[in-house]
C-alpha cells in the first residue's frame, strides 16, 4: 500500500539555526499538509497546500515557517530560525482529491532544538 | 468553528472486554469524522471514517463508530480488547476536501491480562 515517507526521523538542531523537514507524499494525491505535535499535546494543524500554493495556514504557521514543492514528489516545511519551542513531532499527509478522502499521516520528524 | 472532544485521557480495559472510546464533536455544518491510531513511535493510522454515507462505519482491527448528529457523538467500539489495541486514539473532524482536520486530545488505551 502505498505510504507518504517523511526524512529524517530525528532532527537535533541549535536553537536559531534553520531546519527543513522533508515529505514524499502519495504519488497520485493533491493535496499536502503539516500538523505538529508536541510531546504529550494533540496534534495540530500547520498548514495546507494544493496547486503550488497554501489553502490554509493556523496561527502557528507565522513567517518563520514556510513550505514548498520544490519537484513533483517532494513537499517540504521549512523553519528559518527554530525557538526551543518548536520541539514536537511534525507529521506530513496527504489526500486525493476526492471529497470524502482521509488524510494519509507520515510516521512524523522528531525535532529536538537545544 | 469546529472542535472534538475526547472525554477520558486515560482508559483501562481487560483483555476481552468492550472498548468504549468518546467523542463529541462541534460543528456548525456537516461534519467529516475520523478515528485515527498512533502506537508508540509511529504516524497516525486511519481507523475509519464516517463522510455521510451510513451512520455505523466499520474499520480495520475490528473497530466500528456509530455517527449520532443528535447526541453529536462519533464514540469508537469494539467488542473484544486485545493486546494489541493498546496505542492512543484520535477523533477528528474536518469540512472536506483539502480541510484540515481538527483533532481531539486523544485517549489512551490500556489493555489488560
Known amino acids: 500500500e502505498p505510504e507518504v515517507t517523511q526524512t529524517p526521523s530525528h532532527q537535533v538542531t541549535q536553537m536559531g539555526q534553520e531546519v527543513i523537514l522533508r515529505c514524499v507524499p502519495i504519488s497520485n494525491h493533491l493535496y499536502f499538509y503539516w500538523y505538529r505535535q508536541i510531546l504529550g499535546q494533540k496534534v495540530e494543524f500547520l498548514v495546507s497546500?494544493?496547486?503550488?500554493?497554501?489553502?490554509?495556514k493556523s496561527e502557528i504557521f507565522d513567517d518563520q515557517f514556510s513550505v514548498e514543492r520544490p519537484d513533483g514528489s517532494n513537499f517540504t516545511l521549512k523553519i528559518r530560525s527554530t525557538k526551543l519551542e518548536d520541539s514536537a513531532m511534525y507529521f506530513c499527509?496527504?489526500?486525493?482529491?476526492?471529497?470524502?478522502?482521509?488524510?494519509?499521516f507520515g510516521d512524523g520528524t522528531r525535532l529536538s532544538i537545544l | 468553528a469546529q472542535s472534538v472532544t475526547q472525554l477520558g485521557s486515560h482508559v483501562s480495559v481487560s483483555e476481552g472486554a468492550l472498548v468504549l472510546l468518546r467523542c463529541n464533536y462541534s460543528?456548525?455544518?456537516?461534519?467529516?469524522l475520523f478515528w485515527y491510531v498512533q502506537y508508540p513511535n509511529q504516524g497516525l493510522q486511519l481507523l475509519l471514517k464516517y463522510t455521510s454515507a451510513a451512520t455505523l462505519v466499520k474499520g480495520i482491527n475490528g473497530f466500528e463508530a456509530e455517527f449520532k448528529k443528535s447526541e453529536t457523538s462519533f464514540h469508537l467500539t469494539k467488542p473484544s480488547a486485545h493486546m494489541s489495541d493498546a496505542a492512543e486514539y484520535f477523533c477528528?473532524?474536518?469540512?472536506?476536501?483539502?480541510?484540515?482536520?481538527?483533532f481531539g486530545t486523544g485517549t489512551r488505551l490500556q489493555v489488560t491480562l
Open positions: 477528528a473532524v474536518s469540512f472536506g476536501t483539502a480541510s484540515k482536520l481538527t
Open positions: 497546500f494544493y496547486n503550488n500554493e497554501i489553502s490554509e
Open positions: 499527509a496527504s489526500s486525493d482529491r476526492e471529497e470524502d478522502q482521509p488524510q494519509h
Open positions: 460543528s456548525s455544518v456537516p461534519p467529516y
